[in-house]
């Protein structure tokens, strides 16, 4: 809607579903356009506390997750808080695997305890960050709520970020929570020489039972493929965002292929449990896209009815989200080139073709590991 006098409208932001069907929020996770314009919306500046809160045995996720819901429901918890695994204290540190363990596979659990022994939070399972927020009264009145429920837990110790040495995440995380943008949580890159990852992040009800089926699911997989898990998951009141982390080595033929057959694991049993993932690399995205299988695959096709209807050349980010449409014979996203640097024949094929037609909107590149081992696939 036009402003006063074809004027810009500032108004356009204030409500977000308009009039008739809401098609924003189409555009936020497809492939469907180009974004032109965008609103915010700000919180205004308020005092803020964040807080870490430990618990001691890998066995308490389910009962951590029980006592966040009814929190989150309330919107005690402020923010989206996090839950993370021990042994993502010892990866934010910056310092490589190597520095704490230098045998093959999953890094052990002892010898995880072990060096979680060295770090401010002690010998744990489970760090939860959060942040409160409102004056001061506020923040104490929740804070000591929070203090009573979680210590439901036996063994859970309660930290605030002065009781932290300067270099502990807790600080970068306050200042994330209070509009500071930091690059600490990054530093797990230092995890793995030449460190590549793919996010695992698949959607779960926040309930004990589903929370402690897919973490037994995802253990056993890394354990199988012999990565270390380091997970973090962001719960709120119905649903908690499960992000599991693979770091590789990108020069590594054989990391690579381990980390694709995890990843495609993960996916195809937690989906048989009703978990999807809400992203994922571009190389998932059919198997992901395909899980969500009601109907005969109901969703994807109406996804590709839209994508058709808007962009019936298949030109704007062609296969994201795996909805290609008839630009590209609905085939989705089945084109991209896996991350071993392999050339699948139907990519091959689509060039030849596309090279024929003079048509150079489809590029499939092939990066040959072998020949030149320090090029990493882009």
């Given amino acids: 809607m036009p402003g006063a006098d074809g004027a810009d409208n500032d108004c356009w932001q204030s409500f977000q579903a308009a009039y008739g069907p809401y098609v924003d929020g189409i555009f936020s996770q497809s492939n469907y356009g180009i974004v032109t314009k965008m609103g915010f919306w700000l919180m205004p500046e308020t005092d803020h506390q964040s807080y870490m809160i430990t618990f001691p045995r890998d ?52 010898v995880i305890a072990k060096h979680a022994a060295t770090q401010p939070c002690g010998d744990v399972a489970w760090c939860f960050y959060g942040t409160q927020y409102g004056d001061r009264a506020s923040i104490n009145s929740q804070i000591a709520l929070l203090k009573t429920e979680f210590a439901a837990v036996p063994g859970m110790k309660f930290y605030l970020p002065e009781d932290m040495p300067a270099d502990h995440y807790l600080h970068s995380r306050a200042l994330v929570c209070s509009g500071t943008p930091v690059l600490k949580e990054l530093d797990w890159l230092n995890w793995t020489p030449n460190a590549a990852h793919l996010f695992f992040s698949p959607i779960l009800p926040t309930r004990a039972r589903d929370a402690e089926k897919a973490f037994e699911i995802i253990t056993r997989l890394h354990k199988k493929y012999g990565f270390d898990l380091l997970p973090t998951c962001c719960i709120a009141g119905r649903e908690m965002h499960t992000i599991v982390n693979i770091v590789y080595d990108r020069y590594d033929a054989d990391a690579k292929r381990r980390a694709m057959g995890c990843m495609r694991e993960m996916i195809r049993e937690c989906a048989k449990q009703g978990y999807g993932e809400y992203r994922t690399h571009l190389l998932f995205q059919d198997q992901v896209a395909e899980s969500y299988s009601w109907g005969g695959g109901a969703l994807r096709k109406f996804n590709e009815t839209i994508k058709d209807a808007l962009d019936p050349n298949s030109i704007m980010s062609l296969a994201g989200m795996a909805f290609g449409g008839r630009g590209l014979g609905g085939k989705g996203g089945r084109y991209w080139m896996e991350i071993s640097g392999t050339y699948s024949e139907t990519a091959k094929k689509k060039q030849e073709e596309s090279r024929a037609k003079g048509d150079y909107l489809y590029i499939a590149r092939q990066v040959k590991i072998e020949e030149n081992a320090k090029n990493p696939l882009q």
């Fill in 59 to 110: 066995s308490d996720l389910g009962r951590i997750v029980e006592i966040i819901k009814p929190l989150a429901q309330k919107r005690i918890l402020g923010n989206i808080p996090q839950l993370r695994h021990v042994i993502q204290e010892l990866a934010v540190t910056g310092k490589p695997r190597s520095h704490w363990y230098t045998g093959t596979g999953t890094m052990p659990r002892d």
